[in-house]
């Protein structure tokens, strides 16, 4: 029997996902888990099985198809799991739920459901990554122990989150507790979204561009960035960053999202995720948390 350590990594959209494989990809040597289903670590393997059966015998339509809450990637190195989670922003509870119970109860009986599969997960840990937006990082604490404090099975309901938590002094955005962490995407006072983290990340080596897709969306557009208003300031600048982002991939993926623009573009490097204080100190984060080595001087 192989023993695997999990990562589940619940973000709050897309792009955090593109971004967070792109420095688990560089910064620690991750690679793509192209596996069949009945090869993933107990009890993995059960449960993406349940997830597919159960969603099939409901007969919904094809509209519905892409709406199954299984990972949008998952990567492996040696006996470490990552799973990556689109977990729908601020439906994110309503999605992860249902996963963790059923996680949390396969769990328990693992060793007699490994089935086809000679692996088992025996150490999970769960991150969970937002955008502050305008939301101070208490807030934002507080609605996690809000929606994630109990996990409820059928067997009754469990505590999940300690609240004994563990914030490291040279970087605000992680949260600590226990099994559980919390990254955050901006400024613990100012507040802020994953943009302001991916425009510098693009400028690295591409600052051309960006100047010149940033001049042509200011030129066609007008943005609200001076709102008094902060909530409506901070989205505005996140819209129009988004704009930029997407406008520069164009001539690499014609007609693609933003998330396809950071995830398979080729504009966002090896050497700019390695050199921007602000991916460091996230890497640094994962790698105290998951107890993942990084891949010093590799590019």
Not at 65 to 76: I, Q, S, T
Not at 125 to 135: C, H, M, N, P, T
Request: hydrophobic share 40%; glycine share 6%; proline share 3%.
């Amino acid at each position: 029997m192989l023993d695997y350590k999990a990562l589940f990594v619940f973000c709050e959209g897309k792009h955090d996902v593109a971004l967070t494989r792109l420095v688990l990809k560089h910064i620690f040597g991750f690679s793509r888990a192209k596996w069949p289903l009945s090869q993933f670590p107990s009890p993995l393997n059960q449960i993406f099985r349940n997830t597919l059966s159960l969603h099939a015998m409901k007969d919904l339509d094809l509209a519905m198809a892409h709406k199954f809450f299984l990972p949008d990637r998952v990567l492996y190195k040696e006996n470490n799991l990552i799973l990556l989670f689109d977990s729908g922003g601020d439906a994110r509870k309503n999605n992860i739920m249902p996963f963790l119970s059923s996680y949390m109860l396969l769990s328990k009986e693992a060793s007699e459901l490994t089935g086809e599969t000679d692996k088992i997960i025996k150490k999970s840990r769960y991150l969970f990554i937002y955008d502050a937006d305008s939301r101070s990082f208490d807030i934002i604490f507080d609605e996690f122990m809000r929606d994630f404090s109990e996990i409820s099975d059928i067997y009754g309901k469990e505590q999940w989150i300690s609240g004994n938590i563990v914030v490291d002094k040279n970087n605000m955005a992680g949260i600590v507790d226990g099994d559980k962490g919390i990254y955050i995407w901006g400024d613990p006072k100012k507040g802020g979204t994953l943009e302001d983290i991916l425009i510098p990340l693009l400028q690295k080596d591409h600052a051309q561009l960006i100047e010149k897709s940033n001049d042509a969306v200011t030129n066609m557009f007008d943005w609200k960035i001076q709102d008094p208003v902060k909530e409506i300031a901070i989205a505005e600048k996140s819209k129009k960053q988004k704009a930029i982002i997407t406008l520069a991939g164009q001539r690499k993926r014609p007609g693609s999202s933003m998330n396809v623009m950071i995830d398979q573009t080729g504009l966002i490097t090896g050497n700019a995720l390695n050199a921007l204080p602000s991916v460091k100190e996230f890497a640094d984060f994962i790698s105290k948390f998951a107890e993942f080595k990084k891949l010093f001087g590799t590019i």
